[in-house]
């Protein structure tokens, strides 16, 4: 059974940085995508991140290009997500998901499983 456990939410401020991770386990994962999504209060779950589990190949949302790095450490079996220039903007749940379709980067539905998430708080 595939699991994904995030940590590394929290508060900081505007302009700050934190690093999310996200610990899987229950597959081997071949050619799975990993991504990380976020969904703020009255908004729909978006993507942010994605990284192939076999390979280098990563993809960015627009709106985090150039300040958020994903990476992943196949011997630990962690996903990281590294957010540096935080905005308010930023603030949201952040979910771990792993797609075994590898059909889309973006779209959520196509992700078959997720972790229970972290909330991350950007002050102004």
């Known amino acids: 059974q595939v699991q994904l456990v995030e940590s590394g939410g929290g508060l900081v401020q505007a302009g700050g940085s934190l690093t999310l991770s996200c610990a899987v386990s229950g597959s081997t994962f071949g050619s799975y995508l990993l991504g990380w999504f976020r969904q703020a209060p009255g908004k729909e779950r978006e993507f942010v991140a994605g990284i192939r589990w076999s390979g280098d190949s990563t993809y960015y949302a627009d709106s985090v290009k150039g300040r958020f790095t994903i990476s992943k450490d196949n011997a630990k079996n962690t996903v990281n997500l590294r957010m540096n220039s935080l905005k308010p903007e930023d603030t949201a749940v952040y979910y771990c998901?792993?797609?075994?379709?590898?059909?889309?980067?973006?779209?959520?539905?196509?992700?078959?499983?997720w972790g229970q998430g972290t909330q991350v708080t950007v002050s102004s």
């Open positions: 998901a792993a797609s075994s379709r590898s059909s889309s980067w973006v779209r959520a539905n196509e992700y078959n499983y």
